[in-house]
């Protein structure tokens, strides 16, 4: 039975004749219930800044006709509002001849528990290890001139009720535990941020000490960018690290291969199907399916199960991903993509973890093969003109390579590529494959949708690093 | 239909009293209401069609000196009296901090302006259709054009912000946008450009053809970039980025970040930040304004303010709770900046491109390149590079990388200032910045 229809006027019997009825002719669509709680506190500046509670909840009707979708959403659920959400709909599809698809894979697999990590950790619990981290931080020395630590919990139930009945629902906790600190020295102030999360209680990610290694960390980062000289201008040889860095293999090819743009044909890999887009080395999966990661769905957001979608195979391009809407218009099957932030969002084909695999080198082996060149460890953000497929990403801890070996520290720099040739350049694949920590947020058109990223390291030929020393 | 300022203010009032009931010493809330209506375009077919209604309630309870808040899209009153309930628990049992508390009385907004800000026209989708229609004919004109998207949305605000002090206000605000994405192709390669308006008024609103058609132009006028070399030059920054630089020195000068100790213009007040030429200015009653308003989001009295006179560094962007940090009154910018602009400078845009022989003219940045600690800057761009005053070829895949406090100080600035934006800036200079390229 649904939860959503409890203390309103309407039942769940009534909403699915309601979506029936509208989805009648139509291609596809569906009413998408969802209720989500989340808590934010943060400290910042040795004081309790802020501790926040929000609770949502309301649902998205979509109807979609060929190529065209209406979407109507309200936090209102009652009888009224669906049905002015269902006439506003109907109004939009004037000619529908569509033919709805009932077929939705079913699933018994689960990624991650129904458990709210919010409850399952007491309040004055979080406060207190929020203090423990400010105290921790400080007291590594008089260097420490801010620390900032934060709790983001959240809790969100969907229910997606489709033509004729069919209900699919899913539970999904997710938390995240994030420390930045901003050291002083001689009058130069730098930052170190790290954070842990995924799908599971709190607790998963910060006991024994754990949020130690956290503070650690960012520290550790901080610290080595108070050492950094002015980042190099110009190409040269860049050697990624493992884990996190991937966010390059998110941004230079992840959203051109998202199946909205190759339908509309706007993206620089619309036309490279089946060619070799990238060295032979190089694979590259989009996998929904890792147990309690950040990016790890049981459903998507339509209610198709998740999966491991192979991108790239030894270089050459396999699938795009797909939600419904794009896979039917490209005669194809959905991969379980199709995202949204909320109820107020349409869905969209989305990245889960993307994941470059192993090859079989060593760091070393790579480092000490440039003689020019730079080794990146850590970043911040990254963004992509999808159709130019020119990318961007900005190093937040990297340092110089002379002559094969690891140099000074440089400060943060902007690297940019082109999408569609990067991965040619890729030369090296190392055999250290590694996941993110688990703290990544994808924006596409306005929505923000939790992400992971892995890679090894790799060996880039040729990028252009965006610092101030030519 | 948006809801009117009785039901929302029905709302504030019970938040307000079951808070004081159940032991909130102080109690502030903002109850909005949104109906927005937006319709899309794809190669001169619908594309999506999409309408929104939307409630929240934004609450914070103090007990004392501790404070705590919620926020929900749920307004029925057994789902506030449990929420409310939750809040107060929660701020029970958070550390007190000497400076959180409501903003000082003799500050609050006493009375509403009406600042033209509420255009009640309704636009009826099929209205949208026809004006996105045009859009896109004038937009794919050109063979070169491939793709075009279009959108018109329609937005209708409601709100009242309310405080345990006896403030209570609020009023309609409307907003009217449409955009056109174009795409470019030629042996291959793709570029794609944009163009937008956003007001107040629909009557306001640019012509359809003439989105349409600076969108395909800019896209066209892209093809076949270039990367060109490493090296120290001038960057010219084309209008719809140069606002960019307004936005940093906001972030930078917020009570937030001064107070934190984490802004490369920490202690710079009353400094020489830019040259003595440039003024910056943050008006708040503007009429028909896209970020003019009566009241902070504290519910402060804003007035306009000089944040740069001369080159020099007046004044913060000041909350409560930073302010009482600093020891500064609150000066309405609790939730940023309003309409912040440059004060036009002196040269023509012309004048500005045959200043020196070579520039880089910048008409678009990506990444999230800037450091308001360190003030350091690395974003990649595109635009063209301009030669003896003209425009000469498009360039892309390059960085352009400096510092900001030393970027400020190399600003010149031309004299076409348009207030598009809720922040807006003309054409700008800055001399010698580094490019990464080949």
Redesign the interface.
């Known amino acids: 039975m649904s939860n959503f229809f409890k ?1 309103t006027d309407i039942d769940t019997l009534q909403a699915e004749a309601i979506v029936t009825e509208t989805l009648k002719n139509c291609d596809d669509g569906e009413l998408y219930l969802e209720n989500h709680k989340s808590e934010s506190i943060v400290l ?2 040795n ?12 649902y998205g009707f979509r109807a979609v006709t060929g ?10 659920i009652s009888k009224e ?1 669906l049905r002015k ?1 269902s006439d ?1 709909l109907k ?2 599809l004037k000619s529908k001849k569509g033919t709805y698809n009932h077929e939705i894979p079913k699933t018994n697999s689960k990624y991650y528990e129904n458990i709210n990590p919010i409850e399952g950790k007491t ?2 619990s979080k ?1 207190d290890l929020l ?1 423990s981290v400010n105290n921790y931080l400080r007291s590594k020395g008089s260097i420490v ?2 620390v900032t630590a934060n709790f983001l919990g959240e809790h969100k139930s969907i229910e997606i009720i489709r033509s004729d009945n069919q209900v699919l629902k899913d539970d999904r906790p997710l938390v995240r535990f994030n420390v930045s600190v ?1 050291l ?1 020295k001689d009058g ?4 170190g941020v790290y954070g842990v999360g995924g799908r599971q209680s709190y607790d998963d990610y910060l006991k024994d000490g754990s949020w130690k290694d956290v503070c650690d960390e960012a520290f550790r980062i901080a610290n080595v960018n108070l050492e950094s000289k002015p ?1 190099p ?3 040269m040889k860049v050697v990624l690290g493992p884990g996190w860095p991937a966010i390059l293999i998110h941004e230079a090819i992840g959203h051109g291969l998202e199946g909205d743009f190759n339908r ?3 993206s ?1 890999f619309h ?1 490279l199907m089946g060619q070799q887009v990238a060295s032979e080395g190089v694979t590259i999966v989009d996998d929904g399916t890792l147990h309690q990661r950040r990016g790890s769905l049981t459903i998507d957001d339509e209610g198709t199960p998740t999966e491991n979608t192979v991108l790239i195979e030894n270089g050459i391009l396999k699938n795009y991903m797909q939600d419904r809407l794009n896979a039917r218009l490209m005669g194809t099957k959905s991969t379980g993509s199709g995202r949204r932030e909320s109820y ?1 969002h ?1 869905v969209l084909p989305r990245m889960r973890n993307t994941m470059m695999l192993s090859g079989k080198y060593s760091q070393d082996e790579m480092i000490s093969s440039v003689d020019k060149g730079i080794f990146a460890v850590s970043f ?6 999808i ?2 497929g ?5 190093c937040t801890e990297a340092y110089e390579i002379n002559n094969g070996k690891i140099g000074s520290p440089i ?4 690297l ?3 999408g569609p040739s990067i991965l040619k350049e890729v030369s090296l694949v190392g055999n250290d494959m590694k996941l993110d920590p688990g703290i990544g947020t994808c924006g596409k058109a306005g929505q923000g949708v939790p992400v992971g990223v892995a890679q090894p390291s790799i060996l880039i030929n040729k990028m ?7 | 239909m948006i809801r009117d300022q009785e039901f929302l203010k029905d709302i504030a009032s019970y938040c307000i009293e079951n808070s004081k009931k159940l032991g909130a010493t102080d109690v502030g809330v903002k109850v909005i209401h949104s109906v927005s209506e937006n319709v899309s375009f794809r190669n001169k077919k619908l594309d999506e069609s999409n309408r929104a209604d939307s409630f929240a309630v934004n609450l914070t309870t103090y007990i004392e000196k501790k404070k705590s808040s919620i926020n929900s899209s749920d307004l029925s009153k057994s789902n506030l009296e449990k929420l409310i309930e939750r809040c107060i628990d929660a701020t029970k049992i958070t550390p007190s901090d000497e400076n959180n508390s409501l903003p000082d009385k003799d500050l609050m907004s006493k009375e509403i302006r009406d600042l033209n800000l509420y255009d009640e026209t309704h636009y009826p989708n099929d209205k949208k259709i026809e004006f996105l229609k045009k859009v896109e004919e004038t937009a794919s004109t050109d063979e070169k054009i491939v793709n075009t998207e279009a959108g018109f949305t329609e937005n209708k605000n409601n709100f009242i912000l309310a405080n345990s002090n006896g403030f209570l206000g609020g009023y309609k605000t409307s907003n009217f946008s449409s955009s056109c994405v174009a795409v470019s192709r030629i042996n291959g390669a793709m570029e794609r450009d944009y163009e937008f308006g956003s007001t107040r008024f629909l009557e306001d609103m640019m012509e359809p053809e003439e989105i349409g058609k600076i969108a395909a132009d800019k896209a066209i006028k892209k093809l076949g970039p270039k990367k060109i070399k490493s090296e120290r030059i001038g960057i010219i920054f084309d209008k719809r980025i140069s606002k960019g630089i307004l936005s940093i020195l906001a972030s930078a000068i917020s009570a937030n970040a001064i107070a934190r100790g984490t802004s490369f213009l920490k202690d710079q007040i009353n400094s020489e930040v830019f040259p003595n030429s440039i003024n910056i200015i943050d008006d708040p009653k503007i009429e028909k304004g896209l970020g003019s308003q009566n009241f902070d989001s504290e519910g402060v009295e804003t007035n306009s303010l000089k944040l740069v006179e001369n080159g020099i560094l007046k004044n913060y962007l000041i909350d409560t709770y930073y302010g009482k940090k600093l020891n500064l009154k609150s000066n309405g910018r609790s939730g940023g900046t309003t309409n912040l602009y440059f004060e036009n400078g002196t040269s023509s845009f012309k004048d500005l491109l045959n200043s020196e022989k070579k520039f880089l003219y910048i008409t678009e940045t990506i990444g999230h390149g800037g450091s308001i600690i360190t003030g350091d800057y690395s974003v990649g761009a595109s635009g063209f590079m301009v030669e003896d005053g003209e425009l000469t070829y498009p360039v892309s895949e390059i960085t352009i990388a400096g510092n900001f406090k030393e970027m400020f100080k190399n600003i010149t600035l031309a004299n076409d200032l348009e207030m598009k934006y809720s922040t807006n800036a003309p054409t700008l200079l800055i001399n010698q910045m580094t490019v990464a390229g080949k």
């Open positions: 203390e910042d500046d004081k309790i800044k802020s501790s926040t509670y929000n609770s949502d909840q309301g190529e065209v979708v209406a979407y109507s959403h309200s936090n209102d509002s959400s506003n109004d939009t309040f004055d406060i203090k001139n801010q901003v002083e130069k102030k730098e930052t980042a201008a110009g190409e509309k044909k706007t620089a036309s107020k349409v911040g953000g990254g963004q992509v003109d159709t130019s020119k990318f961007v990403f900005n400060k943060g720099a902007t940019i590529g082109d252009t690093v965006g610092g101030t020393k030519l």
